[in-house]
């Protein structure tokens, strides 16, 4: 009797233990799935911070890096190019200014030789 009374006071013991463990447990791992979140949207920002500063550095330095961006988005072409698009998702955002071509509306027939 005093071995059985004695088991049951240990797991009885372990049981107070554990339920009042328990909801601090439950709010730790909680908050240890939400920091995973919230540093996974730290490293996504980060990197778009780091695009978003390599894109200005360009925009202010590199008069290529401009024209090439402008001609993209604009659908513009220097005289004598030929531009292929092969999504068809994107149009032109405006009407080409009168100084360059605009880029074709349906592809070009190959040439003869």
């Known amino acids: 009797m005093n071995r059985f009374l004695t088991v049951l006071i240990v797991v009885g013991g372990l049981l107070l233990t554990v339920l009042a463990f ?12 939400r920091l ?8 996504a920002e980060q990197l778009l911070q780091k695009k ?6 360009l925009l202010q330095s590199d008069p290529g890096y401009i024209e090439a961006i402008a001609r993209d988005k604009l659908g513009m072409m220097k005289d004598g ?5 092969l999504d068809g998702s994107r149009a032109p955002a405006a009407t080409p ?3 360059s ?6 592809k070009p027939t190959p040439k003869k030789k």
């Open 97 to 99: 200014a009168a100084t």
């Open 52 to 57: 978003s500063e390599r894109e200005v550095l």
């Open 22 to 33: 328990y909801p601090q447990w439950v709010h730790r791992s909680r908050l240890a799935e």
């Open 101 to 106: 071509v605009p880029a074709p509306k349906t």
């Open 81 to 85: 190019e030929t531009i292929f698009r």
């Open 36 to 43: 995973k979140e919230d540093q996974a949207k730290l490293r």
